[in-house]
């Protein structure tokens, strides 16, 4: 299998507009910048002629990249949450937000990637049965040991990261506050 693993940070991967300024501005702004990933993942698609796509996203928030699957002109092209299921979590006692709670150690952290980065790894295998192309959308924290985990199972893996995109900005409040 060929693998495109695309890191990024989440705040770009849902289709709803989640920013709100009276002037409009910063709802133009972030529209753009997921107007910049459609077509970046239009043409990753269309270049890769992916088969499938496993996203690392919150469920019950329509993502972009779920919206493109339904729509791409590529055959048989499916879209699957590859995302660890918050009940799943829970039962294993993952935290919902480990990543930020002081509470934890970098080694709790590490051990809790691991299990999910494990979790996103099977499911995107059993979720792309026999595709021969597939991207992997997750975020960035993921991307490294994902595509070590894919390729240590015999897949051709490349990687790739939003922030090399000349339009993107990861700031957004940042940026539109400098303005």
Not at 31 to 50: G, T, V
Not at 61 to 67: H, K, T, Y
Not at 96 to 113: H, I, L, M
Request: hydrophobic fraction near 35%.
């Amino acid at each position: 299998m060929r693998i495109l693993i695309l890191g990024i940070n989440h705040q770009i991967q849902w289709s709803r507009i989640w920013s709100y300024s009276s002037s409009g501005e910063l709802e133009r702004f972030e529209r753009d910048q997921k107007d910049h990933f459609r077509e970046l993942l239009r043409s990753k698609i269309a270049e890769r002629k992916a088969q499938f796509i496993g996203e690392e996203t919150k469920y019950g928030e329509p993502s972009i990249a779920e919206e493109i699957a339904a729509k791409v002109p590529t055959p048989g092209c499916r879209h699957s949450n590859i995302e660890m299921h918050p009940d799943e979590r829970t039962a294993r006692k993952i935290p919902a937000n480990y990543e930020r709670d002081p509470k934890f150690t970098e080694e709790d952290r590490t051990q809790f990637n691991r299990e999910r980065e494990e979790f996103m790894f099977t499911r995107t295998i059993a979720e792309a049965s026999d595709a021969g192309s597939i991207i992997v959308i997750c975020g960035r924290q993921h991307s490294s040991a994902l595509a070590k985990r894919f390729h240590e199972a015999g897949h051709k893996v490349d990687e790739a990261d939003i922030q090399s995109e000349p339009w993107y900005i990861e700031d957004w409040m940042g940026h539109m506050m400098s303005l």
